[in-house]
């Protein structure tokens, strides 16, 4: 499997991070990633995960490497179910989605959180992913993509934390 790791500090205490990252109901009001969360964030449970791209947001992470991917290809949205496999309250979530038993595709998707000295969180945002389409990007590609993709994420999120702060 191939894995890419983020990370972005968060003016926030990790309980505030980890909150929105519960609520699976809120993602489509900031998410560039996944718009669409059904299900209960408890260890084991699943959770029906529809993955839906903006590239327009995300385009502004990428570098020229992942440049054609963003030249007029939407891709169609996709849904598959997650198994919550790792659950440390405030600290770490992972899902795990496997399409054809992770022959055709292999996510992991870990956030963790860590608090630093000024109370503030350190999310590290790791994905892992593999099977047949996983593994037909070039790397160069695939590395680009994937991590502007996680950079987006990691910017959605901290501008929605950090905002819904403001306005409390």
Known sequence: MRNVETSILINEEPWLVWETLLKFHEYDNWNPKYKYLDGIASLGA???????LDLNFIEQFADGDSAMIFEGNQ??????PYRITKMEDPKILEWEGKLLWGMMMH????????????N??????REKIGGFIGNMMPD?????????????????????????DEEL
Do not use: G
């Not at 891709?75 to 598959?80: G, I, T, V």
């Not at 160069?140 to 929605?160: D, H, M, P, Q, R």
């Open 46 to 52: 699943t959770v029906n995960i529809e993955v839906h």
């Open 107 to 118: 996510v992991v998707q870990t956030y963790e959180l860590d608090l630093t000295d000024d």
């Open 120 to 125: 503030k969180t350190l999310l590290i945002n």
């Open 75 to 80: 891709p169609k949205p996709s849904k598959l």
């Open 140 to 164: 160069k590609i695939f590395y680009s993509f994937f991590n502007a993709v996680n950079i987006a994420f990691n910017e959605a999120l901290k501008t929605y934390i950090e905002k819904t």
